[in-house]
């Protein structure tokens, strides 16, 4: 079979990635390194920091990264998209113009006869109350269409600020946590809970907290963490036998 890759959270058009449009050619690239051998790529979700369509408009920019999503799609790679929690309102767009398959919940597959467990990873394990209430209002139906009735010029203005103020707090804060252990990361508590009554699963692979992760929880299941493409520039490689996290370098010729 022809290697599926996984990646995530690459927060294109962020305000405060002071390398945006290098970020964005370098994830091109990156796609186009593989897209005469890929025979699947799956998206973790983030890929936008934010991303809102409305009915005849869609956000500003990106067009390298659509452009390459649609050269892979129409060379008859599949190419899956997962919402997180900064690209919720993806509706057709991708799908429609870019050929994408999207997935706005967690996608239970099986590849090559391994059970995968797929997800962005927010809103899984012990987040907190405060997340998921915000969580609550950006998924809700009515407040989605009260926020379509603001102009593009006022609603995706106000969705890349709240996005770029969110991440300067962030980082005041310290920045992304390190790995806080299997007793306290969310993902793995996550993990190790759903485990328990689907045994059968051989892989968790989630986004969401741009750690890079490679964790045993069983003889046969292993659990990764994405990194981002960002700073990290991660990616998750199948090949029908074995799955192995690599960093993307340029000019590097791995599978």
């Not at 022809?2 to 990646?7: A, D, E, L, M, R």
């Not at 890079?212 to 994405?226: A, K, Q």
Request: a negative charge; proline letters at 3%; aromatic letters at 16%.
């Amino acid at each position: 079979m022809k290697p599926i890759y996984f990646i995530a959270d690459a927060h294109l058009g962020s305000r405060v990635i002071a390398h945006a449009r290098t970020q964005e050619r370098r994830l091109v690239r990156f796609l186009d390194s593989i897209k005469d051998k890929a025979g699947a790529v799956y998206m973790l979700g983030d890929m936008f920091d934010f991303w809102y369509e409305y009915t005849t408009v869609v956000p500003r920019g990106y067009t390298r990264f659509l452009g390459k999503i649609s050269e892979l799609t129409d060379l008859g790679v599949e190419v899956h998209y997962f919402t997180g929690n900064h690209d919720i309102w993806c509706y057709s767009y991708l799908e429609q113009e870019c050929g994408v398959i999207m997935h706005r919940e967690p996608l239970t597959i099986e590849l090559a006869d391994q059970v995968f467990f797929l997800a962005h990873g927010d809103g899984l394990g012990q987040e907190k109350k405060s997340f998921r209430f915000i969580q609550s209002i950006f998924h809700n139906r009515f407040c989605q269409i009260l926020f379509s009735a603001l102009h593009p010029r006022w609603g995706i203005e106000f969705g890349l600020r709240w996005a770029a103020n969110s991440r300067r707090k962030h980082e005041r804060l310290g920045g992304e946590p390190p790995y806080q252990g299997e007793n306290d990361e969310n993902l793995v508590l996550f993990a190790k809970k759903y485990l328990a009554t689907h045994p059968d699963v051989n892989y968790f692979l989630f986004g969401h907290r741009h750690i890079e992760l490679d964790l045993m929880l069983s003889h046969s299941t292993r659990l990764f963490i994405l990194g981002d493409w960002i700073t990290k520039f991660t990616y998750a490689v199948f090949d029908g036998n074995q799955l192995w996290m690599e960093n993307y370098i340029e000019g590097d010729t791995q599978p």
